[in-house]
Nanobody
Framework: QVQLVESGGGLVQAGGSLRLSCAAS????????MGWYRQAPGKQRELVAD???????NYADSVKGRFTISRDGTKTTIYLQMNSLKAEDTAVYYC??????????????WGQGTQVTVSS
């Protein structure tokens, strides 16, 4: 089983910045895809950004140019740098990782979620 632990959410004024982190632990053989999603009250969960094992990043149109997804050298921790935050970025942010365990079983794990609140 692969566990994801998130940190870094909080309250920030519009125009400010936050950095989210998500660290994976467990019997990991390979992580093929890593990403950040968010869910605002009354809305469906949506993809914010993801990054493949090859390093290709993809962003939702609403965050392009403001958010940056990255990972550390071990490729088991991802970050989401959020700049120029807007009130509409307020949501619970979840990290997600997919891959294979050391038992060569597929996994699709989610973090516990971290609240990001942007005051206008």
């Amino acid at each position: 089983q692969v566990q994801l632990v998130e940190s870094g959410g909080g309250l920030v004024q519009a125009g400010g910045s936050l950095r989210l982190s998500c660290a994976a632990s467990g019997r990991i053989f390979r992580i093929s895809d890593m990403g950040w999603y968010r869910q605002a009250p009354g809305k469906q969960r949506e993809l914010v950004a993801d990054i493949t094992s090859g390093g290709s990043a993809n962003y939702a149109d609403s965050v392009k140019g403001r958010f940056t997804i990255s990972r550390d050298g071990t490729k088991t921790t991802i970050y989401l740098q959020m700049n120029s935050l807007k009130a509409e970025d307020t949501a619970v942010y979840y990290c997600n990782m997919r891959g294979a365990t050391s038992f060569l079983r597929d996994f699709d794990s989610w973090g516990q979620g971290t609240q990001v609140t942007v005051s206008s």
